[in-house]
């Protein structure tokens, strides 16, 4: 069986850029990592793996992170504008 292939570098920079939105997400809402794990059942270390891109999230996590903080999934996935 192969090993799936590694991410290039523009995956793992948007990887990076979603875990930024989602701490900003969730310190808006003046929550704590734990708060946002014990609501949303996940572990610690995966949640802080995600924030920090280390991780790459399934869908269910990120609708379980987004109802844990309170808002609507696209909150957070939407990056900042870029010019083109």
Do not use: K
């Not at 793992?12 to 708060?35: A, K, W, Y």
């Not at 059942?41 to 793996?49: E, K, M, N, P, T």
């Not at 844990?68 to 504008?81: H, T």
């Amino acid at each position: 069986m192969s090993r799936p292939t590694p991410p290039d570098d523009r995956v793992l920079s948007r990887r990076r850029e979603v875990g930024d939105q989602i701490r900003r997400v969730r310190l808006h809402h003046n929550l704590t990592q734990l708060t946002v794990c014990e609501r949303a059942g996940i572990d610690l270390a995966s949640y802080s793996r995600i924030e920090q891109g280390h991780a790459s999230p399934l869908l269910d996590t990120l609708i379980r992170i987004a109802d844990a903080i309170g808002v609507p999934l696209e909150a957070l996935v939407r990056g900042p504008v870029q010019a083109e």
